[in-house]
């Protein structure tokens, strides 16, 4: 359903999995989709689990680390429902959310690194800075 917060921004709220990236969705051989891993599920902005799965959709094979594959990630989109992905990414408060969970990954990145947890699948500190600059236009 549509909720609107003090400022005007509409959220589509329903049910997240919250951990919505390229190892928690499986397809099997008769093309079934299985999302895996529902322990973080809860309730908000249906925006939030397209986040992770754009910037975490495969592991690169050179690095080991997730990494975006915008092909991958707009067949899911399209498998989705294209029309519905284009007016949920449309709205203002994606763009907010998406700003918010890169400045998360960030500072959770920027804590691995400076702990020298760099084998950790995810990526180094300014893969977030320049997703952040580039989804901002900084």
Known sequence: YNESDTYGRVFLVGLLNNGFFGNNV???????????????????????????????TVVEKRSGWYMPNASLFAEFCKGYGTSDVEALCARPAYRYLEAQWLL???????????????????????????????????
């Open 26 to 56: 499986l397809i099997d051989n008769f093309g079934h989709v299985r999302v895996l891993d529902w322990e973080k599920a809860g309730i908000g902005d249906l925006g939030q689990d397209f986040f992770p799965l754009k910037y975490w």
């Open 104 to 138: 998360q990954r960030l500072g959770a990145a920027s804590r691995r690194w400076t702990q020298g947890a760099v084998h950790e699948p995810y990526p180094e500190p300014d893969f977030y800075v320049s997703s952040l600059r580039q989804l901002l236009n900084v």
